[in-house]
């Protein structure tokens, strides 16, 4: 009988997270319910929290410089910030597991004008409860309507086409508010 070789096995073990990746990466459209509560300082210092967002549409995004699908994304994500802001929409970014200045030169090189706040064990712990399983992966995003109600959860990476549709479902006037 012939064993395992550690490339195959890790080979295996790949496929195995790209496939539990694929299947949990769709957004989550349970029952809305009030977003969370957070706030932290702006990877400049400002102080930042989600109450200035009242009234308006946003998506939490929780990403990394390193990370190939959060880069892959950003620059969709600009480009519907820019699109949306003026129509009350902003995104939030969430760094994970970076230091300060390399957030600071990916934001400058990318063009990012929305808030980014560094991660905290709090800020994780405010927004894991509301993903199943909790963040255990990244890019994952939290979508907001402008009522303050969290409509939906996204793991993995997404394309402008999906942001906007996000970001659509986000503004869209609520039957009886």
């Known amino acids: ?7 195959f096995a890790a080979i295996c073990l790949a496929l195995v997270l790209f496939a539990v990746q694929a299947t949990v990466s769709g957004t989550a459209r349970a029952a809305s319910v009030a977003a969370p509560s957070f706030s932290g300082k702006t990877v400049d210092g400002k102080p930042f929290s989600s109450s200035s967002l009242k009234g308006k549409g946003y998506i939490v995004n929780f990403f990394a410089t390193w990370c190939p699908p959060c880069r892959a994304e950003i620059p969709d994500m600009v480009e519907v ?19 300060l200045p390399k957030v600071q030169n990916f934001m ?37 309507d402008s009522s303050g109600q969290l409509i939906g959860v996204v793991v ?3 394309s402008q086409e999906a942001f906007e549709q996000m970001v659509n479902q986000a503004l869209k006037p609520k039957a009886g508010k």
């Open 1 to 7: 009988m012939k064993k395992f070789t550690p490339s």
């Open 81 to 99: 910030q820019k699109k949306y802001e003026k129509k009350g929409f902003t995104f939030v970014g969430i760094a994970v597991n970076e230091t």
């Open 108 to 144: 400058k090189s990318s063009g990012i004008t929305y808030p980014v706040l560094m991660a905290t064990p709090e800020l994780i712990r405010t927004f894991s409860g509301y993903a199943a399983g909790g963040i255990s992966g990244i890019p994952t995003s939290f979508v907001v």
């Open 156 to 158: 993995g990476g997404r």
